[in-house]
């Protein structure tokens, strides 16, 4: 296969999980619109709530996150602009400021709500009050992201079809 086959691969890829990844954030808010704490003191609610969140959850779309982040930079790679983009260059600044969100919602994904989300879902032991305030800071990551989608999106769109807007 040649390399622009590979960028028709990496686009469907890019896409895709895309689609996988932010759409899992969309569907998260959709169904737990607020906060619901749990109380502390009732032990079986709260196994009950977080066994629900690990049926839910599972790492289809953490790996997603890696997909749209290996096959964006191949992408970007393969025209040729990977530094312009990153550096915020010229027509590229657009198209970098997306993936420089990109780059912070798969940081945030990876480093601040999958260690805390592992102890909610009890792959990690953790104490039950330990989970409960983990429990707050994966809903507080995660909504991050979906509110970081909504600009990433927009940016790494315009930046790649429409440079002239802006």
């Not at 622009?4 to 896409?15: E, Q, S, T």
């Not at 808010?29 to 049926?55: G, I, M």
């Not at 707050?136 to 995660?142: A, G, K, M, Y």
């Amino acid at each position: 296969m040649t390399f622009a086959g590979l960028d028709v691969v990496a686009r469907w890829l890019h896409l895709l999980g895309l689609l996988v990844w932010i759409g899992h954030n969309y569907a998260n808010v959709v169904q737990r619109p607020r906060y619901q704490p749990v109380d502390p003191l009732d032990r079986e609610a709260a196994d009950e709530l977080f066994a629900q969140a690990a049926r839910r959850e599972h790492g289809t779309f953490r790996y997603a996150s890696l997909v749209v982040l290996a096959s964006g930079l191949y992408m970007l790679w393969f025209r040729g602009i990977v530094a312009e983009t990153l550096t915020l260059r010229g027509q590229f600044a657009v198209l970098g400021l997306g993936v420089w969100i990109g780059l912070l919602m798969t940081a945030n994904l990876w480093f601040v709500l999958w260690p805390h989300q592992k102890k909610v879902l009890g792959f990690v032991p953790a104490p039950h009050a330990e989970r409960v305030r983990c429990s707050r800071i994966t809903f507080l990551s995660s909504r991050t992201n979906t509110i970081l989608s909504f600009p990433a999106v927009f940016l790494m769109i315009a930046g790649a079809h429409a440079p002239m807007l802006f």
